[in-house]
C-alpha cells in the first residue's frame, strides 16, 4: 500500500538559510500534519491541514510557514534557520480527523551547520 | 491541554515473552483517541494501535494489544511473544476529537534481549 513521500530524506543546511520540505500524503487522505523530532525527544505538533486549509496550529516558529496545495501535497519552509531547528521533520496524513490514525512518512532528517 | 506520561524509560524483554509498556493520561476532555507509534533506530513512525475513548471493548492487531482503563486513565500496550524486531522505541499519543494536535509521551526503549 501506498506510503507517506517526504523529501528529501536528509538536508544539510547552514544558519540563516532556507529550506522546504515536501510531503505527499497517502491518496485520498484529506489531512496532513507536520512534527518535528529533537534528539532524544518526542515528536512536537506543528501545523495541519484538512482540505486544503490550515486547521491547528500547534509549536510552530514565525520562520516557519506551511501549506498544502490542490493535489493535497505539503511544503514546510523554513527560513532563518537556527542551530536549533536541527531535528527529524515528520510528515503524517489521515483520511478525516478526530479517531482516525495517523499515518507517518519516514522523516526529513534536517541538520544545520 | 492534554498530557500523555510514560514511566518507564527502558524496558528488557526475554525473546518470546510478553511485555507491558504503560502509558497514562490526564484531559478533561470525554472524546479522545489513544495511539500506540512504534520508532525504531532507523527513525520512522509506525503505527500500531488505536483505542476511542468511547471503545468498549480493547483493541488488538496482531501480537499488540491495549489495555485500557478508562477511570484509570491508563491505556498500557500489550505485546505478546516478543520478536528481536520489536527492540524500538515506544510512543503513546493522545488526540482529542476536536483537534489535530496529537501529544506525545516521553517514549520507551524496548529492547528484546535473544
Known amino acids: 500500500a501506498a506510503g507517506v513521500i517526504q523529501s528529501p530524506r536528509h538536508l544539510i543546511k547552514e544558519k540563516r538559510e532556507t529550506a522546504t520540505l515536501k510531503c505527499y500524503p497517502i491518496?485520498?487522505?484529506?489531512?496532513v500534519y507536520w512534527y518535528q523530532q529533537g534528539p532524544g525527544q518526542d515528536p512536537q505538533f506543528l501545523i495541519s491541514?484538512?482540505?486544503?486549509?490550515?486547521?491547528d496550529k500547534g509549536s510552530i516558529p514565525d520562520r516557519f510557514s506551511a501549506q498544502q496545495f490542490s493535489d493535497y501535497h505539503s511544503e514546510l519552509n523554513m527560513s532563518s534557520l537556527e542551530l536549533g531547528d536541527s531535528a527529524l521533520y515528520f510528515c503524517?496524513?489521515?483520511?478525516?480527523?478526530?479517531?482516525?490514525?495517523?499515518?507517518f512518512g519516514d522523516g526529513t532528517r534536517l541538520s544545520i551547520l | 491541554a492534554q498530557k500523555i506520561t510514560q514511566t518507564q524509560p527502558g524496558m528488557f524483554v526475554q525473546e518470546k515473552e510478553a511485555v507491558t509498556l504503560d502509558c497514562t493520561y490526564d484531559?478533561?476532555?470525554?472524546?479522545?483517541?489513544l495511539f500506540w507509534y512504534k520508532q525504531p533506530s532507523s527513525g520512522e513512525m509506525i503505527f500500531l494501535i488505536y483505542?476511542?475513548?468511547?471503545?468498549?471493548q480493547n483493541a488488538t492487531e496482531g501480537r499488540y494489544s491495549l489495555n485500557f482503563q478508562k477511570a484509570r486513565k491508563s491505556a498500557n500496550l500489550v505485546i505478546s511473544a516478543s520478536q528481536l524486531g520489536d527492540s524500538a522505541m515506544y510512543f503513546c499519543?493522545?488526540?482529542?476529537?476536536?483537534?489535530?494536535?496529537?501529544?506525545f509521551g516521553a517514549g520507551t526503549r524496548l529492547t528484546v534481549k535473544p
Open positions: 503524517a496524513s489521515s483520511l478525516g480527523g478526530g479517531n482516525q490514525p495517523q499515518h
Open positions: 491518496p485520498r487522505h484529506d489531512t
Open positions: 491541514f484538512y482540505e486544503k486549509m490550515q486547521s
Open positions: 484531559t478533561s476532555d470525554q472524546s479522545y483517541g
Open positions: 483505542q476511542g475513548s468511547y471503545d468498549e
Open positions: 499519543a493522545m488526540r482529542l476529537y476536536n483537534n489535530n494536535d496529537m501529544r
